[in-house]
């Protein structure tokens, strides 16, 4: 079936415009992660979606940045008044039930550029 | 202190050639899982192989292995018979305790095949 897609791929952006991301998980996965890739490092976790449980956003770096998923389907990740340290690709990947065995599936990204 | 170290930024192997890439972590948990991904310049991260805490046989995919020795807390990643596709970004990740969901990652380390 289908894998996780990303929109858009690549988005250029102004320093103190707001940005949208949207995450398309794979059909049936009820958990849904965020993670952040700065330019040659390692991914940092984000927020996480499982179910109609409350998302964990302990890795939200500030209340400019907040994520919505409706049900178990598409995620929007919104990065309010950007700031050129929000230059990054952002991850998102789904899991079928959320634990600590589960296989996490990534999306090819969005790569974002705050000018 | 860091959770995953990746301590060879870069590496080259020769086509045909086997190659070990590099992975230790730091948990005090008991249970936990270790997984490898592959990022190619794409930016798509591919699930590798995973290793559970408890799981006494060493994991293999295909051409991929995990070298498990937990007392020295290493989880290297053997690639046989490398292949020029194989070059890409090779990340180590983990996730600590039976109810944990986010991965770790270490900072990644660049596989070059020469031909």
């Known amino acids: 079936g289908a894998g996780v897609s990303q929109s858009p791929s690549n988005k250029v952006t102004e320093k103190g415009k707001d940005v949208e991301l949207r995450c398309d998980p794979i059909?049936?996965?009820?958990?849904l992660y965020w993670y952040r890739q700065r330019l040659g490092q390692g991914l940092e976790f984000l927020i996480y979606?499982?179910?109609?449980?409350?998302?964990?956003k302990s890795g939200l770096p500030s209340d400019r940045f907040s994520a919505e998923r409706t049900g178990e389907s598409v995620s929007t990740l919104t990065i309010q008044r950007t700031q050129q340290e929000d230059s990054a690709v952002y991850l998102c990947?789904?899991?079928?039930?959320?634990?600590?065995?589960?296989?996490?599936?990534f999306g090819p990204g969005t790569r974002l550029t705050v000018l | 202190a860091q959770k995953i170290t990746q301590t060879q930024p870069g590496m080259f192997v020769q086509e045909k050639e086997a190659v070990t890439l590099d992975c230790t972590y730091d948990?005090?948990?008991?249970?936990?899982?270790l997984f490898w991904y592959k990022q190619p310049s794409s930016g798509e991260m591919i699930f590798l192989i995973y290793?559970?805490?408890?799981?006494?046989q060493n994991a293999t995919e295909g051409r991929y292995s995990l070298n498990f020795q937990k007392a020295r807390k290493s989880a290297n990643l053997v690639i046989s018979a490398s292949q020029l596709g194989d070059s890409a970004m090779y990340f180590c990740?983990?996730?600590?305790?039976?109810?944990?969901?986010?991965?770790?990652f270490g900072s990644g380390t660049r596989l070059l095949v020469r031909p």
């Open positions: 059909s049936g996965h009820t958990a």
């Open positions: 948990t005090s948990d008991q249970s936990y899982g």
């Open positions: 990740a983990m996730r600590e305790g039976w109810s944990s969901y986010k991965l770790i």
């Open positions: 290793q559970g805490s408890y799981d006494e």
């Open positions: 990947a789904s899991s079928l039930l959320g634990g600590s065995t589960d296989t996490q599936y």
């Open positions: 979606f499982q179910g109609n449980s409350a998302p964990d």
